[in-house]
């Protein structure tokens, strides 16, 4: 019986590793999908033209991609 309560707790103390460990897996992905979309916006911006009259500190410009 003691064996069982033991096996039983190391079952529980794994299954919440791995809770753990899946929600971790989850949080990696978002940070990596939302760093190589920023990364992309940001190469194609630097790729664009923009007329230095209309670029200022105080405004935005903002550009749509055209398809």
Do not use: F, H, I, K
Not at 2 to 12: E, H, R, S, T, V
Not at 25 to 54: I, K, T, V
């Amino acid at each position: 019986m003691l064996l069982l309560a033991l096996g039983l707790m190391l079952l529980n103390a794994q299954q919440r590793q791995l809770d753990n460990a899946l929600l971790l897996a989850a949080d990696q992905q978002r940070y990596l999908q939302a760093y190589n979309q920023a990364a992309s916006a940001l190469s194609w911006g630097m790729s664009q033209r923009w007329p230095r009259a209309e670029l200022s500190t105080a405004a935005w410009l903002c550009r749509q991609r055209v398809e």
